[in-house]
């Protein structure tokens, strides 16, 4: 597991430790790191949005050259129908799926979310994303 934020990766532990899964781990940002490695499946879960418009393309070419034939990628993004929602980065309509042009695409959709309860305000809130199961050719 990557991630930048200390917070994130100390969750992903606790689940991984009480589910029985075996992880690595790394603090690091996807843009500025070099990876040495190919992997099997990488796992992207409503985290490319925090990148700034620049950094997008970097990262899913990061992350596709360093994925093994046969190897997965399973994405989802915040999507510009989330007109009010303030990310550095909202994805187009269709722009996560052209991204991966040339890989098998098992699984793309849109969609709005199901209703969630915000911790800080107590508001309830839908978001709109992209969902992207793909298999490197």
Same mark, same amino acid.
């Given at each position: 597991a990557l991630d930048k934020d200390r917070g994130m990766l100390t969750r992903l532990k606790q689940a991984a430790k009480e589910e029985g899964v075996r992880f690595t781990y790394q603090r690091a940002n996807i843009v500025k790191m070099k990876l040495k490695?190919?992997?099997?499946?990488?796992?992207a879960a409503v985290s490319l949005h925090f990148l700034k418009p620049a950094e997008i393309g970097k990262a899913i070419a990061? !992350? =596709?050259?360093h994925t +093994?034939?046969?190897?997965? $990628?399973m994405i989802t993004v915040?999507?510009?129908a989330n007109s009010r929602l303030e990310q550095k980065y909202l994805f187009s309509k269709n722009e996560?799926?052209?991204?991966?042009?040339?890989?098998?695409?098992?699984?793309?959709?849109?969609?709005?979310?199901?209703?969630?309860? !915000? =911790?800080?305000?107590? +508001?309830?809130?839908?978001? $709109?994303r992209a969902e992207l199961l793909a298999e490197k050719r």
């Open positions: 490695k190919k992997y099997d499946v990488i796992v990061t !992350m =596709k050259s +093994k034939r046969g190897g997965l $990628h915040h999507t510009k996560l799926r052209n991204y991966y042009r040339g890989w098998k695409i098992h699984h793309y959709r849109e969609l709005w979310g199901n209703p969630f309860q !915000m =911790k800080k305000s107590g +508001k309830f809130m839908r978001r $709109h």
